[in-house]
């Protein structure tokens, strides 16, 4: 079956860590994103990827990283640098401007 | 990319129709509406999407005013189930643009027996 795929489904990290998200899609899309979702809100956008070996800043950037070395893969790396990590992690992909298909979501907690 | 307003949150009952209705005043000519649902701890997922007059499928129906500065998503007959979070998005082209997408707050539907 073709999806998106994101693991691990439950995350925890110590302080001073960096943890990498994996997010990766059998669809052939071109484009990937990463969002961070807090209890109760909205989805913000934090790193997108149209192409390979390319991607761009969303609006929470910092503190997090990413790499985009195959056209199915888009991991993210949350470094020590970002000050509060908890929350709901969702990829999403695309193509041709079609609507977005989301993974099941990372949920990373800090203890 | 327009900015969109919606309704942080509704109440309904089940059986009835329900309507969320989204503001874009700077919405550009080549903007489509789309519709995401998203369930507590899962990814959004698709609804609809149009870019003028009514669009329906088999969960929803989308209308758009001729001036395309609000949206209205309708729900028809909603049940439990229903209860979710709904984003209205614009921008999401299908002339392939694969830029960003921005997702609002959303409206939080609650639908009660």
């Known amino acids: 079956d073709g999806g998106i795929t994101q693991s691990p489904k439950y995350l925890f990290r110590k302080e001073g860590q960096n943890v990498t998200l994996s997010c990766e899609q059998n669809?052939?899309?071109?484009?990937m994103y990463w969002y961070r979702q807090d209890p109760g809100q909205g989805l913000r956008l934090i790193y997108y990827?149209?192409?390979?070996?390319?991607?761009q800043k969303g609006d929470i950037a910092e503190g997090y990283s990413v790499s985009r070395e195959k056209k199915e893969s888009f991991p993210l790396t949350v470094t020590s640098a970002q000050k509060n990590p908890t929350a709901f992690y969702l990829c999403?992909?695309?193509?041709?401007?079609?609507?977005?298909?989301f993974g099941q979501g990372t949920r990373l907690t800090v203890v | 990319l327009a900015k969109t307003t919606q309704p942080i949150s509704m109440d309904s009952y089940e059986g009835q129709e329900v309507n969320i209705t989204c503001s874009h005043n700077?919405?550009?000519?080549?903007?489509?509406i789309t519709w995401y649902q998203q369930f507590p701890s899962q990814g959004p997922r698709f609804i609809i999407q149009?870019?003028?007059t009514k669009v329906t499928n088999e969960v929803a129906s989308l209308f758009i005013p001729a001036d395309r500065k609000s949206s209205t998503l309708s729900l028809p007959r909603v049940s439990l189930s229903d209860t979710a979070v709904y984003y209205c998005?614009?921008?999401?082209?299908?002339?392939?643009?694969?830029?960003?997408?921005?997702f609002g707050k959303g409206t939080k539907l609650s639908v009660k027996p």
């Open positions: 999403a992909s695309r193509t041709g401007g079609e609507s977005a298909f």
């Open positions: 669809l052939n899309h071109d484009a």
């Open positions: 990827s149209q192409i390979v070996n390319d991607f």
């Open positions: 700077n919405i550009a000519t080549n903007d489509y």
């Open positions: 149009g870019y003028k």
């Open positions: 998005l614009v921008g999401e082209s299908r002339r392939g643009s694969q830029g960003n997408l921005i």
